[in-house]
């Protein structure tokens, strides 16, 4: 008979213990165990199949690189590096209201004219979700055939993909359903866990393109269990300002692509579509000179984009003074504002600093935007206007001194494509529009 027993299993991880403690030994978070219920069989044994398993020669499998379906929107194409796999399992995650459903139904109601589409929600009723495609599509006579459930019951789910045979299944989220046969509300770590691997192994078997929404938590991470994000076949965040204009789509894990492209899309009234701009987008300004405000070029996959760096420092009230970033971490603004004390004539102990990316654009893993920041710095503090044709690029080290990446000629070509009249700040380098700039120290005598 079976014996419900209780164990505690970290939030972050998913390492479990026969009783709460405080900090997970495994990945070191604190206060991540939370209380779950599991069944254990009154015997171990493990049935062995009564059929051999079936082995391959991977010299003989047939592959095909030009087998993908598009999803109609070049962006999305783009991050999973060509359109869907066969059996692929995606698994996206973003903010409340950010438009991770948006983005799905459309997609949906694209791939809706060459597959059979079932849209599983957990969150909206029929009438939610229709009422969002008529919005997007001009009334509902102009939407493609979606097959639609609103529905949390797994066994459910399975049945009707089993009888139905959909080539694509749209889950929004994994977080509300549930499996009947384990114990635990819709959310926790036994739910998530068994809900995403019973779909995961159906799609696999059965042939079908799998995408799930994923909630996140209050840091930002993917909630549930890590072991989550290992079992799909690719992860993408989407990130954006609810209020803004522009919204990102990352790939962290892609196992039939690059990681390292992003899909830009731009949110409108009608939806979100590809971005159809120049790839200045993240530049704000207009004028031929500005305060505080210092252009950087990034590189994202392949696709480079110049982005503003602002920034504000202003006399301190407080005992200490602020840092506050937006866009660019914090940890690598502390290490920045040290740095530039060392230019002479610089004194930020007494100042607050503030920094902003334009249009909400995330600088925070990108480290050859510090002499942009650091531009953008002196500029505010010494009240100076920043030519708006620079373009500062390089890495900044502890002692002041620039590096720039090991591509750097890529980056000049491609400053020199996007903006002819432009002249590059660096280190030195053989080209005609050029500045050189060895250390920060020397920052004083071209910004005069």
Not at 210 to 219: E, P, T
């Amino acid at each position: 008979m079976a014996k419900p027993k209780t164990k505690f299993v970290c939030e972050n991880c998913g390492h479990s213990e026969p009783k709460w403690v405080g900090k997970c030994p495994s990945c070191g978070e604190w206060n991540t165990f939370i209380e779950e219920t599991v069944i254990e069989s009154s015997f171990n044994a493990i049935k062995r199949s009564q059929s051999p398993i079936e082995q391959v020669n991977l010299k003989s499998v047939e592959v095909d690189e030009h087998n993908r379906q598009s999803t109609k929107f070049h962006e999305f194409d783009r991050v999973l590096g060509g359109g869907l796999v066969q059996n692929e399992v995606i698994l996206i995650s973003g903010e409340p209201g950010i438009g991770k459903s948006t983005l799905l139904l459309q997609t949906a109601n694209n791939l809706a004219k060459d597959s059979d589409i079932l849209y599983v929600s957990g969150e909206e009723s029929a009438q939610q979700i229709a009422l969002r495609a008529s919005r997007l599509f001009g009334g509902l006579s102009k939407t493609n055939d979606i097959s639609f459930i609103s529905h949390g019951g797994l066994n459910a789910i399975s049945d009707q993909i089993l009888l139905t045979h959909p080539g694509i299944v749209i889950i929004d989220s994994i977080q509300t359903l549930f499996d009947e046969d384990v114990a635990g509300l819709p959310g926790g770590l036994a739910q998530v866990r068994a809900c995403s691997s019973k779909l995961i192994q159906l799609a696999k078997q059965n042939n079908f393109i799998l995408i799930i929404v994923g909630h996140i938590n209050k840091d930002g991470r993917i909630a549930g269990p890590k072991v989550l994000e290992h079992l799909v076949d690719c992860v993408l965040q989407f990130e954006g300002q609810r209020d803004g204009e522009f919204r990102v789509l990352r790939s962290i894990k892609n196992r039939f692509g690059s990681t390292g492209e992003v899909g830009i899309f731009v949110m409108i009234e009608n939806g979100l579509q590809d971005l159809s701009k120049e790839n200045s987008m993240f530049s704000s300004t207009n004028t031929s000179k500005e305060q505080g405000v210092a252009k950087t070029l990034v590189i994202e996959g392949s696709r480079p984009l110049i982005v503003d760096i602002q920034a504000l420092a202003s006399k301190t009230v407080f005992p200490y003074p602020k840092r506050v970033s937006e866009g660019v971490s914090m940890s690598k603004l502390q290490v920045l504002s040290a740095i530039i004390g060392q230019i002479k004539g610089i004194n930020i102990l007494d100042l607050d600093v503030y920094i902003k990316t334009s249009s909400g654009y995330s600088l925070k893993n990108y480290s050859y935007a510090d002499l942009g920041v650091i531009a953008a710095m002196y500029s505010s503090i010494k009240n100076t206007q920043l030519d708006q044709q620079l373009i500062f690029l390089g890495e900044v080290t502890l002692n002041g001194n620039i590096h720039v990446p090991a591509n750097y000629q890529k980056y000049i070509k491609e400053i020199a494509r996007l903006f002819p009249k432009s002249t590059i700040v660096g280190p030195k380098y053989k080209h005609n529009r050029f500045i050189s700039l060895q250390n920060i120290k020397e920052l004083p005598n071209i910004l005069k």
